[in-house]
């Protein structure tokens, strides 16, 4: 059994233990909610149990849709086992529909569909706010190469396909989400999480929001609509056994 060990990294949303085997990392997920790079705090109950169950079976249908993740195993409710990556500094994110920052940036309506999905890069830096990048800041800086970069937008315009198809049959949207890459052994795996902390997702029927936005716009029922999400992505998971 893969032990729990040393606490390398201490982060927003989760906490990365080493373990007894080099190669595995144990990812804890904390109730601990931020937003606006940590300018508000909170806490969503459950949170943690939600987003490890929740990210577990979004990883298990990445495995089986053959998008390469670090994914090994859910080693408790809030725990997982995970490889380890060499994180790319890099978030990608893909959107299908106007939502947060595009939509403030721009000054295009929240909502307005896009005509195909869009993949911006942001730099991973508390200190900047993650600001937005190009390709070409990506391979100058080193954060990787061009041929890893063309690799993460592939493989996130895949994920989005899978994704995208998955949530439309359990009565979600999915608006728009982010993505962390890393390398293990050179190759490239999707890391991180796949919960409503780091995408949107609307009800189909009444356009609610059920994603975080609930907590940063303080909607309320903010445990009630990740319950909700939950329990939706256990019933497609369930389709596809
Ligand atoms: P943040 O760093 O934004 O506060 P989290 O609290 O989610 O975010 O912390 C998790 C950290 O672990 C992130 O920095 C993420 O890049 C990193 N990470 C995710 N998956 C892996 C992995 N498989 N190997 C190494 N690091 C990972
Ligand atoms: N996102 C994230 N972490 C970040 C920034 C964005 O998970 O540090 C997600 C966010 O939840 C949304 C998508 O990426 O689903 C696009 O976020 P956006 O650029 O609109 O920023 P926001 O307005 O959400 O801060």
Not at 14 to 29: A, E, N, Q, R
Not at 105 to 112: K, Q, V
Not at 117 to 140: A, G, N, Q, R
Not at 191 to 215: A, Q, V, Y
Request: charged share 30%.
């Amino acid at each position: 059994m893969t032990q729990q060990n040393k606490e390398l990294y201490q982060g927003k949303a989760k906490v990365v233990y080493s373990t007894d085997d080099p190669d595995v990392l144990l990812m804890h997920f904390k109730d601990d909610a931020s937003a606006f790079n940590r300018k508000k705090l909170g806490t969503i109950v459950d949170k943690g149990r939600m987003n490890c169950t929740m990210s577990a079976t979004l990883m298990r249908l990445m495995d089986g849709a053959g998008i390469p993740t670090h994914f090994i195993d859910q080693a408790g409710p809030t725990d997982m086992l995970v490889r380890r990556l060499e994180m790319f500094p890099v978030e990608v994110v893909i959107r299908n529909i106007v939502a947060g920052s595009l939509a403030r940036r721009l000054a295009i309506p929240e909502g307005t569909p896009l005509s195909k999905p869009l993949c911006e890069f942001y730099y991973k830096s508390d200190e900047l706010d993650d600001p937005l990048v190009l390709v070409d800041h990506i391979v100058e800086f080193g954060w990787a190469t061009a041929e890893q970069t063309r690799e993460m937008r592939m493989l996130a315009l895949h994920i989005n396909d899978v994704l995208k198809a998955f949530f439309e049959q359990v009565g979600l949207t999915l608006v728009d989400f982010k993505l962390e890459f890393g390398l293990y052994h050179g190759r490239i795996l999707l890391g991180d999480e796949l919960s409503p902390d780091g995408m949107r997702l609307w009800d189909k029927e009444t356009g609610k929001k059920m994603d975080k936005d609930r907590f940063r716009l303080d909607l309320g029922g903010v445990e009630e609509a990740y319950q909700e999400v939950l329990k939706r992505v256990q019933t497609g998971a369930e389709g596809h056994e």
